[in-house]
Nanobody, 120 residues
Framework: QVQLVESGGGLAQPGGSLSLSCAAS????????MSWYRQAPGKERELVAS????????LYARSVKGRFTISRDNAKNTVYLQMNSLKPEDTARYYC?????????????WGQGTQVTVSS
């Protein structure tokens, strides 16, 4: 079955950095784009960044562009999110997301999330 397991969250000071990882299994990782989302308390889940299956193209939310970098290693079935210049408003639970399509269906899968807290 499809599994997405995030790691790397924690506490960081404003201006600091954190690196998140998402280990994927149960599907052909190299065939699908991957995304990171986040959800802060009382807010809707929002897209943070996406990357194509080959890693050749990326997309970022305006709020993180220039500070966050999404990347992937298809040999390791892992997608990463490098977060620099962190701000308190980046505090949220971060989720890995895969949208898998077949001839007859499309299904989205979420990891369990990892908490990122930015505070002094």
């Amino acid at each position: 079955q499809v599994q997405l397991v995030e790691s790397g969250g924690g506490l960081a000071q404003p201006g600091g950095s954190l690196s998140l990882s998402c280990a994927a299994s149960g599907f052909t990782f190299s065939s699908y784009p991957m995304s990171w989302y986040r959800q802060a308390p009382g807010k809707e889940r929002e897209l943070v960044a996406s990357i194509t299956s080959t890693g050749s193209s990326t997309l970022y939310a305006r709020s993180v562009k220039g500070r966050f970098t999404i990347s992937r290693d298809n040999a390791k079935n892992t997608v990463y999110l490098q977060m620099n210049s962190l701000k308190p408003e980046d505090t949220a639970r971060y989720y890995c997301y895969a949208r898998l399509t077949t001839d007859v269906s499309t299904t989205g899968y979420w990891g369990q999330g990892t908490q990122v807290t930015v505070s002094s």
